[in-house]
């Protein structure tokens, strides 16, 4: 089975943008209240797995291939996910200064281009764009991920993704174990995207 062309992470794949839109539609209408009761929960069950699902074809696909020469690697990766990053953040940033989202702009170009940047790396220019930072810490870890899972048997991957599972478990019944959001996140989607190479594997 090739990881170039494969048809169940085609349907992967569109499950998930089907599941992403969903969800931004469900909260855009305002019906993601909790005092909606099972109708919301239920609804935010199903509908949150999109992303886990991008992640999972994500590590079918880079995980599983033949290992490239880091600089081709990135070049290849980073020009696909930086470029068009940049550019949605440029228009968003502009757009928000226009409208006056930032209480704090004076109508100077220098502050706004000053600004730019530490509003850029720490998340805040619009939230909607947290996957990107995700994006990109998985893949700066890929290149050591493919030449370490590469070198595991099937019973240490599932020792991994074990340890993975019994840690998001604890993270429910007791957060402090997450330290922090940050390691939470990279925890839960780390694991989801050694889980795409396991299965696609074995």
Known sequence: MSVMRNCNIDIIKT???????????????????????????????????????????????LLSREIEPLTLF?????????????LFSIVVYAVSLFIGAYAW????????ITKF??????????VFFWFVYMLL???FITPILQRALHQLSKSDLQLILSAWAIGLLLKQFYPAFALNDYISAIWKYLGV???????FKY
């Open 74 to 86: 990135f070049k290849k990766r980073l020009k696909r996910l930086l470029i068009p990053f940049l």
């Open 15 to 61: 499950v998930a943008m089907f599941l992403v839109v969903a969800q931004h539609a469900w909260s855009m209408l305002d019906l993601d209240k909790p005092e909606l009761g099972l109708l919301c929960f239920s609804y935010q069950a199903i509908v949150t797995i999109g992303v886990p699902l991008f992640v999972f074809a994500s590590g079918v696909l």
């Open 137 to 139: 810490c998985l893949y």
């Open 193 to 199: 995207y050694i889980s795409g190479y396991y299965v």
């Open 117 to 126: 940047i530490p509003l850029l790396l720490t998340g805040e220019i619009n």
């Open 105 to 112: 702009w004076d109508g100077s170009m220098q502050m706004a």
